[in-house]
């Protein structure tokens, strides 16, 4: 699976982002999709996980009621709605993709990444 997540910006806060990221391969429909991100000088933090049918979803507590995955296996995307940003969301966000369908909210347990998209949100 070939991942690449783009939308990223500049925001201010309170405002929205829609994140896209587009997945190449066959396995896409089978694997939970997760986003990470990763701030300067800290380490990569989960931030959301779908599972390969969609019925199942799972935030972090610093994103719930405030940030949506959701998939379109049929157009090999997952997304990511971003609301109500505040500054402490900016951050490189990464998708990823975990072709055993497991629940994980460990980043060793994905198997392919994309680049990342820079989310900056200003005060």
């Known amino acids: 699976v070939q991942l690449q997540a783009f939308g990223g910006g500049l925001v201010q806060a309170g405002g929205s982002l829609r994140l896209p990221c587009a997945a190449s391969?066959?396995?896409?429909?089978?694997?939970?999709m997760g986003w990470f991100r990763q701030a300067p000088g800290k380490e990569r933090e989960f931030v959301a996980l779908?599972?390969?049918?969609?019925?199942?979803?799972y935030y972090a507590d610093s994103v719930k009621g405030r940030f949506t995955i959701s998939r379109d296996n049929a157009k090999n995307t997952v997304y990511l709605q971003l609301n109500s940003l505040k500054p402490e969301d900016t951050a490189v966000y990464f998708c990823?993709?975990?072709?055993?369908?497991?629940?994980?909210?460990?980043?060793?347990?994905?198997?392919?990444w994309g680049q990342g998209t820079q989310v900056t949100v200003s005060s």
């Open positions: 391969g066959r396995t896409f429909s089978s694997s939970t």
């Open positions: 990823a993709a975990d072709r055993d369908g497991s629940r994980s909210y460990s980043k060793y347990e994905y198997h392919y």
């Open positions: 779908i599972s390969w049918r969609g019925g199942s979803t």
